[in-house]
């Protein structure tokens, strides 16, 4: 959690019409445990979501947490009735924060509501002044984490921390992503309020040349009905079955991550916003949101990573005409108070993005100044667009690392490099994630049609964590069956999920890979990859199998020689070779079976 208190100071056109709103004592609510958020459920002002004085706009509540001399400042947000979710309401007069202590013990809480035109967009005060509160104090007690807790619950809040992975607060340990990049409209969801109706999508048909056919109906994920478990979630008599069974099978398959859209409006599906329509901008539906957030809540206890993506290149001049104006700020406002007491969550300011760089240092310090526990702020590219997005946005405070897009994937290992070694080189080390392939109509295929998936093995999920990346997002394209747009069934690309499985077991199980440095210069072969932690541990990666030698400089060794199947995972084997010594470069042998595939080679001290 961020040790920099945050506020929101009121705007010189709200100050104008500042007023004061008394409130009754809040309801808390939670599991009172580190790192599982806490709810306060307060009764004041009367509003609706669709008439009446703008409750998103024009009023504000913020809640200050305080232990001992530390204090955070949380957004607090409009919530109808307090069960919109199951009700569909969009009147009520229950507003709400949630939080998420990063300490045990006794909390202390105030309450600000004020009301005025445009309060809830005012400018970030700095320095740091707590807010008069006018409405219900109280305190509450957080014991000590759960080991045993759901998910992230047990891990705590994924954190930046100045290196090329993120780590969890709680266990310390550190974060390499395997996840799904399709649906990027996963929340274009049939059982959803405010969708379609009778899930029919009325901009079908209305893609432009070149782009992806949109789909005429909304995801039911239908296929993982059979996925969703007695003691799961739903809402509204049973709704959301498909896509928490959806998330499920997913997480049974080791994904820990899911990127998707919150707004496409004008973009590929046009079937995605908070807003009550999607030509509105300062109304948002509660209910649908509430839904959203029975989602994400599922999701954090699967371990799975939420992966915001805030916009895509054919919006990005949308709201404000692409600057930081009322609509975006309100958009981001919203999106923090409901959304950022997740412990694992990424915000991505847009998918092949066209903002200036001007623009995105204004998001991205917007966001942080709002967001209380400074989860990370990325942006995705256009390929070719690497250093015209991305090298003005090196050692800047508020931005943490590229979301890159691959058009030809076997660069996957250079342009991860690049970025690693240049923003270490600025001063600000980012973590470096691939979150989509090309081409952009193939992305990763089908099982069916490309049952071992060796080019994605090879190029992309091993190029780009040999190379120091962070992980890797898998995008779908739109020429196969069920692609970026139109899927149902994630067990299309079962053998990716397992691919990428037996990548990510290998690192943590075998590998201090944050203390490690991409090196391929240790070997002679001119196509293979070497993670290296020079004199104690190297993991040589052989795309192509067969052997090679690896120069183990001044180190003596003895070194042991074990090989990782990584189209099976499973243990470590021996090949021909099961031991090693330095100085020098010393041949690595042959690999137990199948010397013309790939194996990664693990020597170890």
């Not at 209305?206 to 005429?216: S, T």
């Not at 070719?384 to 050692?395: E, I, N, R």
Request: net charge negative; charged share 20%.
């Amino acid at each position: 959690m961020s040790r920099r208190a945050k506020w929101s100071a009121v705007s010189a056109l709200a100050a104008l019409a500042l007023t004061a709103i008394g409130v009754s004592a809040g309801e808390v609510s939670g599991v009172m445990k580190q790192w599982q958020p806490v709810t306060i459920t307060f009764d004041g002002p009367e509003a609706n979501e669709t008439g009446g004085q703008n409750p998103f706009l024009d009023v504000a509540l913020t809640v200050a947490f305080s232990k001992g001399d530390r204090s955070v400042v949380v957004l607090g947000y409009f919530a109808a009735d307090g069960k919109a979710a199951e009700t569909g309401a969009t009147s009520g007069n229950k507003w709400r924060v949630h939080f998420t202590p990063d300490e045990e013990g006794t909390w202390k809480y105030a309450a600000s509501f004020r009301m005025g035109p445009n309060i809830a967009i005012g400018q970030v005060a700095v320095p740091w002044r707590p807010p008069a509160m006018n409405g219900d104090e109280g305190s509450f007690t957080i014991g000590p984490a759960d080991p045993n807790a759901p998910g992230f619950y047990r891990k705590g809040l994924l954190k930046y921390v100045g290196k090329h992975y993120l780590q969890f607060a709680g266990t310390g340990d550190y974060f390499l992503k395997g996840g799904a990049d399709s649906p990027e409209n996963f929340l274009a969801y049939f059982e959803f309020d405010g969708s379609a109706a009778d899930a029919q999508n009325p901009q079908a048909g209305r893609e432009r040349k070149g782009e992806a056919p949109i789909p005429k109906r909304l995801h039911t994920y239908a296929p993982h009905a059979k996925d969703w478990k007695a003691a799961d979630p739903t809402w509204r008599d049973g709704k959301g079955k498909n896509i928490i069974g959806a998330l499920n099978y997913l997480a049974s398959k080791g994904v820990n991550s899911v990127y998707f859209l919150t707004m496409n409006v004008g973009g590929d599906g046009k079937d995605v916003w908070p807003w009550t329509a999607p030509d509105e901008r300062f109304r948002l539906d509660v209910s649908k949101l509430a839904q959203w957030e029975i989602v994400f809540t599922h999701m954090d206890r699967l371990g799975l990573m939420l992966h915001v993506i805030t916009q895509e290149t054919e919006n990005d001049q949308l709201l404000d005409k692409g600057e930081l104006g009322p609509e975006r700020m309100l958009y981001y406002r919203e999106l923090i108070a409901r959304f950022a007491h997740h412990p694992a969550l990424v915000w991505n300011l847009g998918e092949e993005n066209t903002n200036t760089s001007e623009q995105l240092k204004a998001f991205s310090k917007y966001i942080h100044d709002l967001d209380p526990y400074d989860h990370p702020v990325v942006v995705h590219t256009f390929p070719g667009q690497y250093d015209a997005v991305y090298t003005p946005l090196l050692g800047y405070g508020f931005f943490e690392g590229p979301s890159l897009q691959m058009g030809n994937m076997q660069q996957t290992h250079a342009e991860t490099i690049k970025w690693v070694d240049r923003s270490v080189q600025g001063g600000r080390p980012w973590f470096v994630s691939l979150d989509e392939i090309g081409p952009a109509d193939v992305g990763v295929k089908p099982d069916a049609d490309d049952p071992t998936h060796d080019d994605v093995r090879h190029h992309a999920l091993w190029g780009n964590l040999m190379a120091g990346g962070a992980g890797a997002e898998w995008y779908f394209g739109y020429k196969f069956a069920h692609n970026d747009l139109n899927l149902d069934d994630f067990r299309s690309r079962e053998v990716v999920w397992d691919q990428t499985r037996h990548a990510l077991e290998f690192f943590q199980q075998h590998l201090p890979f944050t203390e490690m440095q991409h090196n391929d210069a240790l070997t002679p072969a001119k196509d293979d990859y070497v993670l290296a932690k020079a004199g104690e541990v190297y993991a040589i990666y052989l795309p192509a199998g067969g052997t090679t030698e690896l120069d183990l400089g001044a180190a003596a060794g003895p070194f042991t020689v074990k090989w990782y199947n990584p189209r099976q995972g499973g243990a470590l084997e021996d090949g021909s070779v099961k031991t090693v010594s330095g100085p020098g470069a010393k041949s690595l042998g042959q690999p137990p079976a199948d010397p013309k595939k790939d194996w990664v080679v693990l020597v170890k001290k």
